[in-house]
Structures are given as C-alpha cells and as structure tokens.
C-alpha cells in the first residue's frame, strides 16, 4: 500500500474509532430522559457542531426540542410512522425556532 493510501486508512480508522465509542455513549446517554445538558452537550463543538444553528442562548434553548424528544419516547417507530413523525416535529420545532430542515432533525434525532 502506498503512503498516502496509507494515511487515507489509519485517518479512517480513527475517525471510526471515535464515532463509534462516542455513538455507543449518546445511544446510552439517551436512553433515559433528554435534558436540555444532554442536548447541549451534543450539539457542541466536541461532538456534532451544531449549537449555533439552534437559536438562542444556554441550555434551555434546548427546552422545546428536548420536549418533543421525550414525548416520542413511548410512541413505536415503524418504516410507515416515521415519515409522519419527522413531519409533525419539523413543524412544531419551526413554529418555537423559527425552521426546521427535515435533515437537520433527523441528524440531530439520531
């Protein structure tokens, strides 16, 4: 193999380490309730980069979001609710944060 190949493979070797050790904690970080730390801690620049694109300030912009997570919890997803779901929480997170991409929820939702 050659050099750069070989760059190009422990690269992703190590990008696959860290998201895999860091997934398997946010699976189990989440599997209680979604607080707006959790969410917070997320969203920040050490792991998805993504806080700035909620608006407002501190943890408790997360409020609303955090809310529509936990209200989900007990609700079955299936190939045929999901879609509806994504849907229904695009528009209530549009109506508090003003939009909301079906991608970007579905990033952040996991």
């Known amino acids: 193999m050659d050099h750069q190949a070989e760059g190009w493979r422990r690269c992703a070797i190590e990008y696959l380490e860290f998201w895999c050790s860091t997934d398997r904690r946010l699976v189990r970080d989440f599997s209680t309730e979604v607080t707006c730390a959790k969410l917070a801690d997320l969203f920040s620049p050490k792991k998805y980069k993504v806080a700035r694109t909620v608006p407002g300030h501190g943890p408790e912009k997360y409020e609303p979001f955090a ?37 970007r929820l579905v990033k952040l939702s996991g």
């Open 67 to 103: 809310r529509m997570l936990n209200s989900l919890r007990d609700i079955a997803a299936t190939r045929e609710s999901v879609p509806a779901m994504v849907e229904q929480a695009c528009c209530d997170m549009s109506k508090v944060y003003g939009s909301c991409s079906h991608q």
